[in-house]
């Protein structure tokens, strides 16, 4: 039999459809074209330079939203948008956000909780990428807790006005429209916010060590007078932006293993040419142990995702599965970028290999959408039925 490609040892591609391997090409290749030749200047330079010419591009190949029915939505099924996600990922986590915000966070809270009206005015231009979004629930002083949030809507005539500020923000000074979700007398409320309006600013969080290659923003809402309209009719309470979160972690339980997968190929491929003690190291025991535990685990962090997404698929994916997925496979990533780092000897620290890029990112996915203890006690809470949040 033919040796087993080391990029695909399990044979997981078999599982895919026709389908699902041409959108995989599509994202990888306009990476490689669009992305990969300028991550690291951009990285280093921590900004992303052409960020609205991205976001129509993506928009051009059906990336934004991509997962969501109408609205000029490509109606791609979960297991598409997460193979789209890993890909994206692959090339560089900041990617993966700005898509992610975009279709998982900002495009599918006004999907699904949106008035029609909101849906017209808005989901067009995001899916096409010319209004990028941002999706505001972390505060300064609430981050996990996000119950406690102190942003605030009091009605004022037929009027809102919003007063607060959200801290972190993903695509905050380059969106043309916020999500943002505030106390108001009956409890947690989203409210649809353009960014032009009065008292609404968005300075760039600047000095990042991690995702680097990524807009993050502070949101300052300063008396923001909206229409009665501006609010998601709906919905009340933290299961309206934990409805959305479910839909983002889903995402990166796909896009963190691209991150570990260019590190393993990275360190894979080094391990073959880099020799010392007269033979190239990846002969020696010792890295076959790191690089075979590497694969072990980025396959099964695939087979899982994979599950996850069919799930997705048919309806039937929990909140706290999401929790399993983005728990393990953020966990997994961020080691195996590690270990692919030690492969590398002193070179692993430098930019001009992927491997500290990616594993500085995996520092904010870690900590992002849920830290690794928040979905430690969702997974817990689901075994033992105790809630030990608070
Ligand atoms: P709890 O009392 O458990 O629930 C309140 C209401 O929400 C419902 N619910 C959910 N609904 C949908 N999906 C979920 N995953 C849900 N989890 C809970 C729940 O049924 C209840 O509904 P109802 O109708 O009874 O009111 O809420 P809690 O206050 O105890 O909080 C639970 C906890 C801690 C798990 C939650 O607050 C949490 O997940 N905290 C972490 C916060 C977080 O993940 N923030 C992420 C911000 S966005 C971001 O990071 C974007 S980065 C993206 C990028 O750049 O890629
Ligand atoms: P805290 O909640 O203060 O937590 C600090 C530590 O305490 C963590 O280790 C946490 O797990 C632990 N902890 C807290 N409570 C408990 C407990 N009950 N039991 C045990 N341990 C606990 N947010 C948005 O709304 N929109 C965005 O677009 C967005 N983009 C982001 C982009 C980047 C680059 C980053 C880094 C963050 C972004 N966030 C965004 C914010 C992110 O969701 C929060 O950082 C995250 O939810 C954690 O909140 P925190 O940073 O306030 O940490």
Sequence with gaps: AA????????????????????????VRAWCADRVLPH???????????????????????????????????AGA?????????????????GLRSLVSVQGSLAMYAIHRWGSEEQKQTWL???????VIGCFGLTEPDHGSDPAS????????????????????????SVAGVAVVWAQTDEGVRGFVVPTDTPGFSAPEIKHKGSLRASVTSELVLDNVRLPEDAVFP??????????????????????????ARSCLETAREYSLTREQFGRPIGGFQLTQAKLADMSLELNKGL???????????AGTLRPEQVSYGKLNNVREAIEIARTARTILGAN???????????????????????????????????????????
Excluded at 124 to 130: I, K, L, N
Excluded at 238 to 253: D, E, F, H, T, W
Excluded at 303 to 313: I, N, P
């Design 303 to 313: 087979l899982l995702a994979l599950h996850l997404g069919r799930r997705m698929d």
């Design 149 to 172: 949030m102190r942003t605030n809507a009091k009605r004022d005539g037929a009027d809102w006005v919003l007063n607060g500020r959200k801290m972190w923000i993903t695509n905050g």
């Design 234 to 259: 709906d919905v009340r309470g933290l299961k309206g932006p934990l409805s959305c979160l479910n839909q983002a972690r889903y995402g990166i339980v796909w896009g963190a293993l691209g991150a």
């Design 348 to 390: 692993g620290i430098s930019f001009e290999y992927p491997i500290m890029r990616h594993a500085n990112n995996l520092e904010s996915v870690l900590t992002y959408e849920g830290t690794v203890e928040m979905h430690q006690l969702i997974v817990g809470k689901t075994l033992t039925g105790l809630d030990a949040f608070r």
């Design 39 to 73: 991550i690291a200047d951009w990285y280093e330079a921590g900004e992303l330079p052409t960020v609205r010419e991205l976001a129509r591009e993506l928009g051009g190949i059906g990336a934004l939203g991509m997962h969501l029915e109408g609205y000029g939505c």
């Design 77 to 93: 099924s979960a297991v598409q948008y997460g193979l789209a996600c890993l890909e994206l990922e692959a090339a560089d986590s």
């Design 124 to 130: 067009p231009r995001m899916a096409a990428g010319e």
């Design 3 to 26: 040796p087993l490609d080391p990029r695909d040892p399990l044979g997981i591609d078999d599982l895919l459809s026709e389908e699902d391997l041409a959108v995989r090409d599509t």
